[in-house]
């Protein structure tokens, strides 16, 4: 099996920054490409950035120029890094990951999620 989980949320007031990480720990050969999504309350989920074994990255319009993914593939753990924040980024954040175990078998994880609170 394997767990992720997500750490760094909290509350920052509009225009602050902050950085919540995502650590893959368990039955992992390796991981493939890891996301980052997000939900906010009354809403649905929606991605945000994503980011290769090879560190090749791909972003939300919505996020696009405020927010930076990256990952330490030695770590096993991936990175968002959240700057100029806005109310409209309130919401709990989700990381997910497709791993392979040391069996060759591939699945799709999600973390329990770490709130992201902007106050204006």
């Known amino acids: 099996q394997v767990q992720l989980v997500e750490s760094g949320g909290g509350l920052v007031q509009a225009g602050g920054s902050l950085r919540v990480s995502c650590a893959a720990s368990?039955?992992?050969?390796?991981?493939?490409?890891m996301r980052w999504y997000r939900q906010a309350p009354g809403k649905e989920r929606e991605f945000i950035a994503a980011?290769?074994?090879?560190?090749?990255?791909n972003y939300a319009d919505s996020v696009k120029g405020r927010f930076t993914i990256s990952r330490d593939n030695a770590k096993n753990t991936v990175y968002l890094q959240m700057n100029s924040l806005i109310p409209e980024d309130t919401a709990v954040y989700y990381c997910?990951?497709?791993?392979?175990?040391?069996?060759?078998?591939?699945?799709?994880?999600w973390g329990q999620g770490t709130q992201v609170t902007v106050s204006s």
């Open positions: 997910n990951a497709f791993v392979y175990s040391r069996s060759s078998t591939l699945a799709n994880y």
């Open positions: 368990g039955n992992i050969f390796s991981i493939n490409a």
């Open positions: 980011i290769t074994t090879g560190g090749s990255t």
